[in-house]
Each structure stands twice: as structure tokens, then as C-alpha cells.
């Protein structure tokens, strides 16, 4: 049995950032980012996670101006967990906690692209560009 807990500024959640660099490394993603990276990023945004016992094993969180556009980030499940429904379940509770945003974006791999049309997402003829800065 899952549960989920979305999580905002108003709905704080009691586990740490520790829980989401443990879930980050167990899918390969983003070695660099550190527990300090995480605790700010919970900070200041939505996020939901969803746990088997005590372990989470699935998590999303959102960037969002809280009115006109939020972008989908982090959409995270434990590779033992996979192939379940558990990122769909994850991305409707957090378009769930920010329904007040009126366009919400996520970008994709080519191949997970028929996961977030069953999250009701729809493709785009948009470009995707990314500008890195070096860590100080």
C-alpha cells in the first residue's frame, strides 16, 4: 500500500532531503546534487512523495510563479517500484496541489512520453534549450 503526502508551504512533511538524495541516487539521476540542494529546492515549492513503510520510493515536485506557469521537476520512482502507476499517481497529486496554475510543462524523454499523456499532458512543437551555470 502506498501513501502520499503533498507537500507546500502551508503543508509542511517530516522527513528530510536525505530521503530524496537516497531516491535520487537509487534511479542514477544527478549525482551532484547534495542533501543542501534538496532542502532548498523542498523550500520553496511544491512537492509530493509517496512511501512503502518508511522508505520513499516515489517522488515530483513543481517550480511555479503560483499562478501562471508551473514546470513539473524531479519525477522520481524507485526502480523496484517502476511500472506500477506510482509516477502517474505522483504527477496527478502534484497538478493537484497546484491547480491554480494555469499552464503546467514538464519535459521528457521521447520514450516516457506516453506516461505523462495518461497524466493528461499533451506534446508541444517547443524547443527545449538549457543554459548550465558552474557551481560557485
Known amino acids: 500500500i502506498w501513501w502520499m ?16 538524495v537516497k531516491l535520487n541516487a537509487s534511479v542514477g539521476w544527478f549525482p551532484e546534487r547534495t542533501e543542501d540542494d534538496y532542502a532548498e529546492a523542498l523550500a520553496r515549492g511544491p512537492a509530493v512523495g509517496a512511501w512503502r513503510s ?13 499562478a501562471i506557469h508551473a514546470y513539473v521537476d524531479d519525477v522520481m520512482v524507485h526502480p523496484e517500484h517502476r511500472r506500477e502507476g506510482l509516477a502517474v499517481q505522483l504527477v ?5 496541489a497546484i491547480a491554480s496554475v494555469r499552464t503546467v510543462t514538464l519535459f521528457c524523454g521521447e520514450d516516457l512520453v506516453p506516461l505523462y499523456e495518461r497524466a493528461s499532458f499533451t506534446r508541444t512543437q517547443q524547443v527545449i534549450l538549457h543554459r548550465q551555470h558552474p557551481r560557485q
Do not use: H, K, M
Open 5 to 20: 503526502i503533498a507537500r507546500s508551504a502551508r503543508t509542511p512533511w517530516n522527513y528530510s532531503s536525505s530521503d530524496v
Open 92 to 96: 496527478d497529486a502534484l497538478c493537484d
Open 54 to 66: 518508511e522508505q520513499l520510493v516515489g517522488f515530483a515536485r513543481a517550480i511555479t510563479d503560483g
